[in-house]
């Protein structure tokens, strides 16, 4: 790997750990560079402008949930024990286990849903292919034959859930929300998923 690669990647991780607590219209050149001990001109350098140091990492947001909710999950079988794993997985992302400021897609949704252009239809690519990809997920862990339009809305309520697990588990400090998490699980899905969070985080 190049210096250069090796240092642009340095400023995404640190960019993407800001980002977790700041979001990413809040995002500081100035604040970013001090961080990591370098210029304005040489992190900007890296990435020609702001704009396309965002959309590198929206990038990397989206690669860091793939390998710490999806890809590990990856290990365990087809069906419940798959979709179980994934379910603590993505628990464990809320909850701030690999990054310091919980889930940023989160924010980044909030703050570019209203916004048009490149950054909303990166992300908006990005989640249908999550929501599909949980439907999935939701299908294969179904020992009964159920139709498509009943998955798509379970894997909807599972990826509500998870909205409101942040909510209740970050902003308003519930310590019941984990288990009325995992309790509300087992009823959508007539299985548990139980376990703690997985250890070790994802490499940056």
Not at 25 to 39: I, N, R
Not at 91 to 112: F, I, K, R, S
Not at 142 to 167: H, I
């Amino acid at each position: 790997m190049s210096k250069a690669e090796t240092t642009r990647r340095r400023i995404i991780a640190a960019a993407l750990d800001r980002a977790s607590l700041q979001g990413m219209q809040g995002l500081s050149l100035g604040e970013l560079s001090a961080a990591l001990g370098m210029s304005k001109s040489g992190v900007f350098a890296h990435f020609g402008s702001k704009e396309a140091l965002q959309a590198a990492l929206l990038d990397a947001m989206q690669d860091r949930f793939a390998a710490v909710v999806w890809r590990p999950a990856r290990a365990q079988p087809p069906g419940r024990a798959r979709l179980a794993a994934v379910f603590l997985n993505w628990l464990a992302w809320v909850d701030g286990h690999h990054l310091p400021g919980g889930c940023p897609l989160t924010a980044a949704a909030v703050e570019l849903d209203d916004q048009p252009g490149p950054l909303h239809d990166k992300l908006v690519e990005g989640q249908r292919q999550w929501q599909n990809l949980l439907a999935e997920l939701v299908s294969a862990a179904d020992d009964r034959a159920s139709p498509t339009g009943c998955d798509r809305d379970r894997a909807f309520l599972l990826f509500g859930m998870v909205l409101a697990y942040a909510q209740t588990s970050r902003l308003l400090r519930d310590p019941d929300a984990r288990d009325r998490t995992l309790n509300s699980f087992a009823r959508i899905m007539g299985f548990q998923a139980t376990g703690g969070p997985p250890s070790g985080t994802a490499q940056r």
